[in-house]
C-alpha cells in the first residue's frame, strides 16, 4: 500500500484538489519546490506537507525528494516552447532516473486527453502536446509501473485563468463541445486510484466530466453564478494571433485556441468511472 508520496508541481493551480484528497486518506507527502518561503507563508498550505528545495534539474535534490517514498506524484506544466529545459521532457527523464536508483514502486502523472486520443484535434498540434507526448512515451517505455491521468478540459481554469475583475476573458470560435470535469473531482479520483494501485501496472485513465459543453455555454454558466453576473468576452483566433506578435501571453492563447477550434472529443471516461467514481460537480457548484 502506497503511504508516502513525493510531489513534484506542489505550486501549480490543480495540485490542491490532489494533495488536500491524498492527506485526508492518510498519505505523507514530500514535495519539491524551488521556493520553499513561498508555500511556507502561505497560510493555506498545509503544514504537515513536507518541502524540500530544489527543482527538476538537480539530480541531488530528486535523491533527497525519493528516498523514503513509495511512489511519485507529477504535476508538470510547459510555458515555453522554445526553453532548453522542458519539464515534460528532460524533468521526466531526470525523475525515471533517480526513481529506478532508488526502487520507486509507482508514478502518477497528470497529463492530456490529447495525448492517447490525438485523434480528437483531427490534424492540429500544439508544442505543449507535443512535449506531453513525449513524456508520455518515456514514462511508458521506463518499466515503472506508472498511472495516467489523462484530463479533459478543467473548470477552475475559468477562474484561475479566465477570470479577471469584472469578466470573464476567453476565445472564439471553438465549434465542438468538451466534457468539462471539476478540480475537486479530479482530485477525488486521483486519490482513490493512488488507494487502489497496488494491484495494476501501467494503467491510463481518462478524466472527462459528465455533459459535453461548448466553451461559450461553459463560461456564461459560469459568469451566471456570480453577483453582479460577470460580462463574458471572447476574443477571436485572428485577433490573438496578432496581439500575439508583442504579446507572449497573447501568443500563446491563440496557439491554444487554434488547437481546440476544431478539436471535437467524444466520452470515454466510463471505465474510469467505474473505478474511481463518478464526477459529481458542475459549472454551477464546483467552487
Known amino acids: 500500500m502506497i503511504q508516502k508520496i513525493a510531489f513534484i508541481g506542489i505550486t501549480g493551480n490543480l495540485a490542491p484538489f490532489t494533495y488536500n484528497e491524498l492527506l485526508k486518506k492518510g498519505i505523507y507527502i514530500k514535495a519539491l519546490v524551488r521556493n520553499p518561503d513561498k508555500v511556507k507563508n502561505n497560510s493555506e498550505f498545509p503544514k504537515e506537507i513536507e518541502v524540500l528545495?530544489?527543482?527538476?534539474?538537480?539530480?541531488?535534490?530528486?535523491?533527497?525528494?525519493?528516498?523514503?517514498?513509495?511512489?511519485?506524484?507529477?504535476?508538470?506544466?510547459?510555458?515555453?516552447?522554445?526553453?532548453?529545459?522542458?519539464?515534460?521532457?528532460?524533468?521526466?527523464?531526470?525523475?525515471?532516473?533517480?526513481?529506478?536508483?532508488?526502487?520507486?514502486?509507482?508514478?502518477?502523472?497528470?497529463?492530456?486527453?490529447?495525448?492517447?486520443?490525438?485523434?480528437?484535434?483531427?490534424?492540429?498540434?500544439?508544442?505543449?502536446?507535443?512535449?506531453?507526448?513525449?513524456?508520455?512515451?518515456?514514462l511508458k517505455e521506463s518499466n515503472i509501473p506508472v498511472t495516467f491521468f489523462h484530463c479533459s478540459w478543467i473548470m477552475d481554469?475559468?477562474?484561475y485563468a479566465m477570470h479577471k475583475d469584472n469578466k470573464l476573458q476567453g476565445f472564439?470560435?471553438?465549434?465542438?463541445?468538451?466534457?468539462?470535469?471539476?478540480?475537486?473531482?479530479?482530485?477525488?479520483?486521483?486519490?482513490?486510484?493512488?488507494?487502489?494501485?497496488?494491484?495494476?501496472?501501467?494503467?491510463?485513465?481518462?478524466?472527462?466530466?459528465?455533459?459535453?459543453?461548448?466553451?461559450?455555454?461553459?463560461?456564461?454558466?459560469?459568469?451566471?453564478?456570480?453577483?453582479?453576473?460577470?460580462?463574458?468576452?471572447?476574443?477571436?483566433?485572428?485577433?490573438?494571433?496578432?496581439?500575439?506578435?508583442?504579446?507572449?501571453?497573447?501568443?500563446?492563447?491563440g496557439q491554444i485556441a487554434h488547437f481546440f477550434s476544431n478539436y471535437k472529443e467524444e466520452f470515454k471516461a466510463g471505465a474510469t468511472w467505474l473505478e474511481l467514481g463518478e464526477p459529481q460537480l458542475t459549472i454551477e457548484n464546483f467552487r
Not at 497528470?110 to 480528437?120: D, G, K, M, N, R
Not at 463541445?177 to 494501485?197: E, R, T
Open 53 to 138: 528545495k530544489g527543482d527538476l534539474q538537480n539530480l541531488e535534490s530528486l535523491r533527497n525528494l525519493f528516498s523514503d517514498v513509495d511512489a511519485i506524484y507529477l504535476n508538470l506544466s510547459t510555458t515555453d516552447a522554445n526553453a532548453t529545459f522542458q519539464p515534460e521532457v528532460h524533468g521526466i527523464q531526470n525523475v525515471i532516473k533517480i526513481a529506478k536508483e532508488k526502487a520507486i514502486k509507482r508514478i502518477f502523472h497528470v497529463s492530456a486527453i490529447t495525448v492517447v486520443y490525438p485523434e480528437f484535434a483531427q490534424g492540429g498540434d500544439l508544442f505543449i502536446n507535443s512535449f506531453r507526448k513525449k513524456g508520455y512515451q518515456l
Open 157 to 159: 481554469v475559468m477562474e
Open 172 to 253: 472564439k470560435s471553438l465549434h465542438h463541445p468538451f466534457f468539462w470535469l471539476a478540480g475537486k473531482d479530479l482530485g477525488k479520483m486521483i486519490s482513490n486510484a493512488v488507494m487502489n494501485s497496488d494491484h495494476e501496472l501501467t494503467k491510463d485513465y481518462i478524466m472527462q466530466g459528465k455533459n459535453a459543453i461548448t466553451f461559450k455555454e461553459a463560461l456564461e454558466r459560469y459568469a451566471q453564478t456570480f453577483t453582479p453576473q460577470l460580462k463574458v468576452e471572447l476574443a477571436p483566433i485572428w485577433l490573438l494571433k496578432g496581439i500575439g506578435m508583442f504579446n507572449r501571453e497573447a501568443k500563446k492563447a
